[in-house]
């Protein structure tokens, strides 16, 4: 086309506009021949990523929510000859345990014997195949829904964070709490100081699932939050394998501070994180001692 119109201009058979508009109509042209040629794998992108939304809301819930129960509120804790199982694979067997009020109890064991799943059947995450769970001397699947999520934080190995501000993701477990509680929150979580020296402090946005912090920044943000929800009983999941002795320290002393207080169960493969339960158990290949 372009030859063509050097030829009719050259000759005099159109003007310059009539050479510059034509070739710029076919320039612009690329772009939408381009866009959909494409749209194909666009699509196919996006029913693939709709589909994930559809087959997570089309899930079943794991145990059903629980609502018009008396209103129970936390005393103590405990597992009485527990059994559960992943499908067929055992991972409790009779696990029995209890957890008195206001102290430090530790759960130590290597990786894979089961000590975060029961901190799962704590929660109610799933519902055990044999025994019972209780809480308060009642079977967690006798509580409302509500009350066990009011008495209970929960700390997980690894924390999820939003790309958003510090301060937006430790409203996650307290969305009225005031700057003054976040603060104290963070102070027993030792953040504090590291939040303050950013540029934007708790305004500072910490990217896609946190991914502008270290993983020991992460895990100190996950127990502020449990630190900020404030609940009686408090039961963490490895709370310190991503700090150094320092930290870890820091982070010790805060909870043991929490003795008398709250009840905290402590699960880890690290025994110098057991130096400040009050009792210990141990969990191997899915049996209590």
């Not at 301060?167 to 100081?193: F, G, M, R, W, Y």
């Amino acid at each position: 086309m372009l030859v063509c119109a050097s030829f009719l201009y050259q000759g005099g058979a159109v003007g310059f506009d009539g050479v510059l508009i034509p070739t710029l109509a076919l320039m612009s042209s690329f772009g939408p021949v381009v866009a959909l040629a494409n749209l194909g794998s666009t699509l196919q992108n996006t029913f693939a990523a709709g589909n994930r939304v559809l087959d997570i809301l089309e899930e079943k819930p794991q145990v059903e929510e629980v609502t018009g129960k008396e209103k129970v509120t936390f005393r103590d804790a405990g597992a009485e000859q527990v059994t559960f199982s992943y499908g067929s694979e055992t991972i409790l067997s009779d696990v029995s345990c209890k957890i008195p009020a206001n102290t430090v109890t530790g759960i130590i064991g290597k990786s894979g014997s089961g000590k975060s799943t029961l901190l799962k059947l704590f929660l109610r995450f799933f519902e055990v195949k044999q025994g019972e769970i209780k809480i308060s001397g009642v079977p967690v699947a006798d509580i409302n829904t509500s009350d066990l999520r009011a008495m209970e934080s929960y700390m997980t190995q690894e924390t999820s964070l939003f790309h958003d501000s510090i301060a937006n993701n430790l409203k996650v477990a307290k969305p009225d709490a005031t700057e003054e509680q976040l603060t104290a929150a963070c102070k027993k979580a030792s953040i504090h100081d590291f939040i303050m020296s950013l540029p934007k402090g708790y305004d500072t946005e910490v990217g896609e699932l946190g991914d502008t912090l270290s993983g020991g920044e992460r895990q100190r943000i996950g127990l502020a939050r449990v630190f900020l929800h404030d609940a009686p009983f408090i039961l963490l999941d490895e709370p310190t394998s991503n700090l150094d002795s320092l930290n870890e320290a820091v982070i010790l002393q805060s909870l043991a501070k929490e003795r008398g207080k709250k009840t905290v169960v402590l699960v880890s493969h690290r025994p110098s994180t057991m130096r400040i339960a009050d009792q210990v158990y141990s969990v191997e290949n899915g049996r209590m001692s």
